[in-house]
């Protein structure tokens, strides 16, 4: 693979403040500025760190934690396909159906928790409560990339003759590929997110999120940062996937300098 | 000879309703082409001239009066009829030869195939078939434009000031391509221009129009010989005629005569 100076440096200046933050954070504890038992020392964190690959807390949490995001991701974003789809191509559902989802929208997610975990206990409930979060970003990208689907290419397919469904398949959907691509990527962003609020606001079998707040309430703090950073590193990576994709994807919508 | 692509256009009226207003757009056009005439629609801007395109590819409907393609009455768009619009409007998220394909109806792969390397080859794409829009020229967009819209065989090629967009040379480069595929394909073609030599080059009629409303103001033939020589003295005479009509022709000073 060839590396370009312009992402390695691109990669540099992301490094920049997070080498900057770790100093910051190994001379305040090597000077003791801060206590040791409310913010542990970078020492205390990689050992907690060791210690929970050996005992196998650690990976086997965060695997539960990424399935369950799965579960709660593929069930919330083809719901939120086919319902922005649907607003999309539909005047009436438009007029009917968007005041009520930008109401419901509105409802913080964790104020679903007490709601859902009557409905049911169990994974069900922590599923559909990521499904909830994942929906909202697909349903408004899907919906806004069929409405700008630009009418010069509908009277195209006017002059060829399409059919409702090859007007679908021809030019709606590719044409809003890209704008779906990022409601799906925002998507898993808010699904990650929303996978540890379930985990603590629905008690949880597993997963990072119980990891996390069972290790607040036995004061280890070390383990709640340890756990913090990898929500971050995971968090990330899905982004940067979703993002790299979505380039893939919309090649075609970039102009001829990015593109480059 | 064939006798396909004849074009009637009896009295057509159109109004477009603005602020529930109705503002004539187009009044009493009359115009008839003959099978395999290249005529070019000239006029200033706000003249209806796109607007008749439209009618006559069906894009618009709801006109007064009667537009007749073989003695039959138009009735929405057609694959009888194709269309190069200004802006090419290819799909940018397809290849040159899948935009091509595009439009091709109730083909086996095979024949879709053999149609779309044969009108790449008409409009000298060869070797592009995989690019996409974003990378192609002004001048290539719309020659893949121009394919897409004869896959089908249309009796009529209609195209809406389809070299606007393009610079001085590529132009006339284009009217040379542009001659050359109405001359392979032995179809129809009305063109939408404001550029008076273009129509001078291309057409067998010129058609001016005057604006507010639209009206046919002069059928202009142009009895020159093909290929054209843009700088012969007839082709000059031609063009200061289109001109005149526009009072545009240049001003010839007054000899004094005592």
Known sequence: ?260 | MNSKGTLEVRGVKKNYQVNGEAIQVLDNINLSVKSGEFISIVGLSGCGKTTLLRLIVGLESDYEGDILLDGRKLEGPSLDRGIVFQDHRLFPWLTVEKNIAVGIVGKSDREKKEIVANHVELVGLKGFEKTYPHQLSGGMSQRAAIARALVNQPEILLLDEPLGALDALTRMYMHKELERIWKEEKITMIMVTHDVEEAVYLSDKIVVMSAKPGRLQKIIPVPLARPRDRASVEFAEMKEAVLEEFMLHTEHHFTYAI
């Not at chain 1, 540099?12 to 000077?31: C, E, I, K, N, R």
Request: net charge positive; charged share 15%.
């Open chain 1, 1 to 260: 693979m060839k590396i370009d100076k312009v992402s390695v440096v691109k990669v540099l200046d992301g490094a920049l403040l997070p080498v900057v933050l770790l100093s910051v954070w190994l001379l305040s504890s090597s000077f003791h500025l801060v206590s040791r038992s409310i913010f542990p020392y970078p020492e205390d964190v990689w050992k907690a760190y060791q210690e929970l690959v050996a005992n196998d807390d650690f990976p086997s949490s965060l695997l539960v934690s990424i399935a369950r995001v799965m579960k709660g991701f593929v069930l919330g974003a083809s719901t939120g396909l086919v319902i922005g789809i649907l607003l999309g191509m539909s005047r009436v559902l438009d007029k009917l159906v968007t005041p009520i989802f930008n109401a419901i929208r509105q409802v913080p997610l964790p104020a679903w928790a007490p709601l859902l975990v009557l409905i049911s206990i169990g994974e069900p409930s922590r599923v559909i409560f990521i499904a909830i979060g994942a929906c909202y970003p697909v349903v408004l990208n899907t919906c806004e990339g069929i409405r700008s689907v630009r009418n010069e290419y509908f009277e195209v397919g006017r002059v060829f003759r399409f059919s409702r469904p090859q007007q679908f398949f021809k030019i709606v959907l590719p044409a809003s590929f890209p704008s779906i691509l990022t409601g799906l990527r925002l998507s898993l962003s808010i699904s990650w997110m929303a996978v540890v609020a379930a985990e603590i606001f629905m008690t949880a079998d597993g997963g990072i999120g119980e990891l996390m707040w069972v290790s607040r309430e036995m004061s280890r703090m070390d383990v709640v940062i340890v756990c913090i950073i990898a929500i971050a590193l995971v968090g990330f990576g899905m982004n940067y996937l979703m993002r790299k994709l979505e380039i893939l994807f919309s090649f075609w919508r970039l102009t001829l300098k990015q593109s480059r």
